[in-house]
């Protein structure tokens, strides 16, 4: 269904953001009788065009969702984003003959992704883990009555009212209160400055180099046994005996000697057994 379904475009850019939200507000809503046929055409038949109406028409509940998660520092767009592949998870899973609402139905999926995002991505480290982590990760904000630390009474109550242990919602105000490290140097007065980047990165443990030392060794080893084994006897020993013999390699007028043909002909086995080679050694 969403291989196929084209959505509003949408990106982090203030004015592209703008426009989306105006574009997905200018949606009709549906009537209960629209969302029910719309419904039973999805599930029965399978009908793209009638998920298509669905999602467009509750784009904006995603919107309206994604405001209550601004204060976690995420981009807005990105959220949204989540979001509406939760709606699209609701759309596909929706029974119409329930007679529940589709957004009744479809913020919990919504919100779902949007939590799941913000956990990914909130910090490096990742803060919640366990269910009651996460409840605290999304309650505690809220009840906490003032920016200072939590007095024992209110940790107590918050506890209780969440259902956690007193030592989780200690835990968890205290990453809260933690501080991000950059990992990149700030700018300075043009002095010599260090950060954590400087001493924990390894330029050849940099994926690209990692991945192209891999692949160089493949090509040496097994990769180059397996693609000189798909040549004939008189091609492989052309190849060897001109590029494998690094102390000695031959010459097409050698090889044109050799084999009693002209040195264009040994060229043109060179070039065939090269080509050859090449498609063995790039698909395996």
Do not use: C
């Amino acid at each position: 269904m969403t291989a196929t379904m084209n959505l509003p475009t949408l990106s982090n850019n203030a004015t592209s953001l703008e426009n989306y939200i105006h574009t997905v507000n200018n949606y009709p809503m549906l009537t209960q009788e629209e969302e029910t046929r719309l419904g039973q055409r999805l599930r029965d038949h399978g009908d793209v065009d009638a998920a298509k109406h669905l999602v467009l028409s509750h784009l904006r509940l995603v919107v309206s969702m994604a405001r209550k998660f601004v204060g976690y520092g995420l981009p807005q767009a990105d959220l949204i984003q989540e979001g509406n592949i939760g709606l699209m998870k609701a759309v596909k899973r929706f029974d119409p003959d329930r007679g529940v609402r589709l957004v009744s139905f479809a913020m919990h999926w919504i919100s779902a992704e949007m939590h799941e995002y913000i956990v990914r991505n909130w910090r490096m480290v990742k803060i919640a883990t366990t269910k009651g982590q996460r409840k605290l990760f999304f309650n505690l904000r809220s009840m906490k009555t003032s920016g200072n630390s939590l007095t024992p009474t209110e940790i107590s109550e918050i506890a209780e009212k969440l259902g956690v242990k007193r030592e989780e919602v200690l835990e968890m105000e205290t990453r809260f209160s933690g501080h991000d490290m950059s990992l990149a140097p700030f700018d300075d007065d043009g002095e010599e400055s260090y950060s954590p980047l400087a001493y924990l990165s390894d330029p050849e443990a940099e994926p690209s180099r990692v991945l192209a030392r891999a692949e160089h060794d493949r090509l040496s080893s097994t990769g180059l046994s397996n693609a000189l084994a798909t040549l004939d006897p008189r091609s492989r020993h052309i190849v060897e005996a001109r590029w494998l013999n690094e102390e000695n390699p031959a010459t097409l007028h050698e090889l044109a000697s050799e084999y009693s043909i002209s040195a264009e002909r040994v060229r043109q086995i060179e070039q065939k057994a090269m080509q050859k080679m090449k498609s063995v050694l790039y698909t395996d």
